[in-house]
């Protein structure tokens, strides 16, 4: 079994985004299950402030379980998942975080759910629903403020979901393959609106994906893992600019990327 | 999956990311004597039958000649309730209250064990399998043992009545406590939620839908263990329940009395499940697939 080969196909990016130093710095972390089954080997990942990174890589490569891991859920077996200065005890940290399913409270309206996140940390019920309110309107559910999660469709579930991450105004927006259950027309649709909300706010973005398309299309960054036992294999950077639009899809430089990409994700396949 | 009455994401392609199309009205549901006139059906059908069969009753009794203490016509049953009503509607009180009581203190009891047992496992490995044994025991094997150490009648029948009503409302929260969905749960962690704030924002209303189907099994359950308990207990006097003027109009030979009081514990069954079941609407009505009204 081979180590785990961190190399930079396309260049290093630790110049342009360093700057204001990293926000998590993941360092040789392992997760080692009581099962026996050995997640993550030794990962390493720096996230830096304001960027959108993507993890890619094959079903059962520990890239979930990486997510949890960074979200505070469940701790590594070997290595450390540094904050930095910004807090030691993890209770001031504010993360968003997006599952693969909307996970919604069904007895919930939209903006009930929304601001569920408010209430939790003891925000006062007017104020909360306001901020709903408003986030809702920004990912274009301004008209769907009180229905319940079943009168809506999947792609409007997962705006909800989104909202309610975002609502905090977090550090970190964690997301978990959050599209792989939607359509095509709807993933797309959902991909410009992300990107529009993250120029527009630019929260540090960690994006799960096992799409090739997917990652290129929406991040500045792309980690590469293999998986069993799940490994970092490749750090690539995105040289396109943003914003993109969908006219970006079809050009050639986003071909070019994604052949790249999936010659990285076929290696970590192979490795 | 979902309601036609919404449009779905094709309505909400604005490619500005701003509003998509408001939420559509409900239609207006059309109601004829305060009750939608879809629902007509299912109130006509039964009642037509209901109706046609008593009147095949009355006509056999009155053609045959059978005696009324064989079988006494459904209108004789009726004017007996009606000239009995001030015997019968103390008894039908205590049965009530028996009933009542012993339904609300099931439900008190089996909330909190479900809420103890979900939180502490060993605290369900210990106590279940007796809850079980309370269960598989038929009401009828233990009532004799109970009426003899609990002096009071009406203690000793409430205890009866628990008994059986107490194991479905339980089991039923259990479940509904432990099928929480695992990612809220992973959710309210993020959130640093608070045991409480868990247990009051997610676990109860997440277990809403099963505690309602164990309390509509455990309210008719009451009020069979309220009526059996009384059968075994056999005890007479002014304060007692609707079972035992049934034991005592059959001694008697009052079979008129005997159905009449048999009807007003049926229809007081029937009241007691129609009140569970618009409670369970009212609470699960708007988001619990079992409860929504489906448009086609």
Not at chain 2, 44 to 68: D, N, Q, Y
Request: hydrophobic content about 50%; glycine content about 8%; charged content about 15%.
């Amino acid at each position: 079994m081979t180590g785990p080969a961190t190399g930079n196909i396309v260049g290093s990016v630790t110049g342009a985004l360093a700057g204001s130093g990293p926000l998590v710095s993941i360092t040789h972390v392992s997760k080692l299950f009581a099962n026996g089954t050995l997640a993550i080997q030794d990962a390493d990942i720096t996230v830096f402030p304001g960027e959108f990174l993507s993890i890619l890589g094959p079903s059962g490569c520990g890239k979930s379980t990486l997510l949890r891991l960074i979200a505070g859920l469940g701790s590594p077996s070997t290595g450390t998942i540094d904050w930095g200065q910004r807090d030691a005890s993890g209770r001031g940290r504010v993360i968003g975080f997006v599952f693969q399913e909307p996970t919604l409270m069904p007895w919930a309206t939209a903006i009930a759910n929304v601001a569920t996140p408010l209430r939790l940390k003891g925000a006062n019920k007017n104020e909360a629903l306001e901020r709903a309110r408003d986030m809702l309107h920004r990912v274009g559910l301004g008209g769907f403020v009180s229905a319940y999660p079943r009168e809506l469709s999947g792609g409007m579930r997962m705006r909800v979901s989104i909202a309610r991450a975002l609502v905090t105004e977090p550090q970190i927006l964690l997301m978990d393959e959050p599209f792989a259950a939607l359509d095509e027309i709807t993933r797309n649709r959902l991909n410009d609106d992300l990107l529009a909300l993250w120029l527009r706010q630019r929260f540090t973005t960690v994006f799960v994906t096992h799409s090739v398309f997917e990652s290129v299309y929406l991040s500045q960054r792309i980690i590469v893992m293999a998986a069993r036992p799940g490994r970092t294999f490749a750090d690539l950077k995105v040289g396109s600019a943003h914003p993109r639009d969908p006219q970006f899809r079809t050009s050639a430089e986003y071909a070019g990327l994604c052949r790249t990409a999936s010659e990285a994700l076929r290696g970590a396949i192979a490795a | 999956m979902s309601a036609p009455v919404i449009p779905g994401d094709a309505a909400n392609d604005t490619r500005d990311g701003t509003d998509a199309a408001p939420i559509g009205r409900r239609l207006a549901e059309r109601r004829f004597l305060y009750i939608e006139v879809r629902s007509w059906p299912q109130i006509l059908a039964p009642s037509l039958l209901g109706i046609a069969l008593l009147a095949l009753w009355e006509g056999t009794v009155w053609l045959r000649g059978i005696p009324h203490y064989i079988l006494p016509s459904p209108l004789t049953i009726v004017t007996t309730l009606w000239r009995d009503w001030g015997s019968l509607a103390p008894s039908l009180l205590i049965t009530l209250e028996i009933t009542y009581a012993a339904l609300a203190s099931a439900v008190a009891t089996a909330i909190v064990l479900a809420m103890l047992f979900t939180q502490w496992g060993w605290l369900e490995k210990a106590f279940l399998p007796y809850a079980v044994v309370l269960q598989v025991t038929p009401i009828v094997a233990i009532a004799p043992l109970i009426i003899i150490w609990v002096n009071d009648t009406n203690l000793s029948l409430l205890i009866c009545a628990w008994l059986v009503a107490f194991f479905p409302i339980l089991s039923n929260s259990i479940l509904g406590l432990r099928s929480v969905d695992h990612n809220l749960l992973d959710l309210f962690e993020i959130y640093h939620a608070s045991h409480l704030q868990t247990l009051v924002w997610l676990k109860i209303p997440a277990a809403l839908p099963s505690f309602l189907a164990g309390l509509r099994i455990s309210a008719g359950l009451s009020l069979i263990g309220a009526v059996v308990a009384e059968f075994v207990a056999g005890t007479g006097g002014t304060a007692s329940g609707l079972a035992y003027r049934i034991l005592e109009a059959s001694y008697q030979i009052n079979i008129p009395r005997m159905f009449a009081s048999l009807l007003l514990i049926a229809l007081f069954g029937i009241a007691n499940y129609l009140l569970v079941s618009w409670l369970t609407q009212l609470l699960l009505g708007r988001w619990h697939e079992s409860a929504v009204n489906r448009e086609r």
